[in-house]
């Protein structure tokens, strides 16, 4: 099994930065994919950003130029930075990794709540 542990969430004022680790242990063959989603109240999940394996970066419009992904692959964590927050990214920011062995399977942290005061 694969577990991840996220940390790093909590208030901020709108303006602030904060930064998301999430951890991977267990049974761990090989990660593809590593990234984060978030849900704010009311909203559906939506993707944050992603990184592949060999580093290559996608993030959603909203948040580009702000925050930035990136990965350590000696410690199987994924960070995320995020810089000039605004109220709108107030929600619980959930990480996730794509797991490869015979078969591909996407696991996910328990979600940390980022709270952005305007």
């Known amino acids: 099994q694969v577990q991840l542990v996220e940390s790093g969430g909590g208030l901020v004022q709108a303006g602030g930065s904060l930064r998301l680790s999430c951890a991977a242990s267990?049974?761990?063959?090989?990660?593809?994919?590593m990234g984060w989603h978030r849900q704010a109240p009311g909203k559906q999940r939506e993707l944050v950003a992603t990184?592949?394996?060999?580093?290559?970066?996608n993030y959603a419009d909203s948040v580009k130029g702000r925050f930035t992904i990136s990965r350590d692959n000696s410690k199987n964590t994924v960070y995320l930075q995020m810089n000039s927050l605004k109220p709108e990214d107030t929600a619980v920011y959930y990480c996730?990794?794509?797991?490869?062995?015979?078969?591909?399977?996407?696991?996910w942290g328990q979600g940390t709540q980022v709270t952005v005061s305007s």
């Open positions: 996730y990794l794509v797991h490869l062995t015979s078969t591909r399977s996407t696991h």
């Open positions: 267990g049974r761990i063959f090989s990660i593809n994919n």
């Open positions: 990184i592949s394996n060999a580093g290559s970066t």
